[in-house]
């Protein structure tokens, strides 16, 4: 599947509409996102039904902001809605398959229940 470009403008949709996306947080000026651009594309290819989307830092700093983006590239995973991984550094090419099959095979169940847990907790108790 080909790469899209991560905007203000499809950025709801891309999270919402789609099980799994896989973002590249880049700039056009970085030496190392340049770098690990062909190996995202190349990854993209091998998994199905996983949306892989590119996000310039640059012109989309809304997004950027969001994310807590501090260093170029950042790899994040989003599934379901929830925000599975954030990582800076370049990534390579086994090591992003590994990471993009192990965020497939999770049990998004269990990870739901996970954050419902923690959320309770951070609830005060009303005395």
Do not use: Y
Not at 53 to 59: F, H, L, Q, R, V
């Amino acid at each position: 599947m080909a790469t899209i470009e991560l905007t203000v403008e499809n950025f709801e949709a891309t999270i919402t509409e789609n099980d799994m996306v896989v973002i590249d947080f880049w700039a056009e000026w970085c030496g190392p996102c340049k770098m690990f651009g062909p190996t995202f594309e190349k990854v993209s290819g091998n998994h199905e039904g996983v949306v892989f989307a590119k996000c310039d830092t640059e012109s989309q700093q809304q997004i950027a902001a969001q994310f807590g983006i501090q260093s170029i590239p950042t790899l994040a995973i989003m599934r379901d809605k929830v925000l599975l991984f954030s990582q800076p550094g370049a990534v390579p090419e086994n090591a992003l398959d590994d990471i993009v099959t192990q965020a497939k095979n999770l049990d998004m169940n269990d990870v739901h229940a996970k954050i419902a847990e923690e959320q309770a907790k951070q609830v005060p108790a009303n005395d």
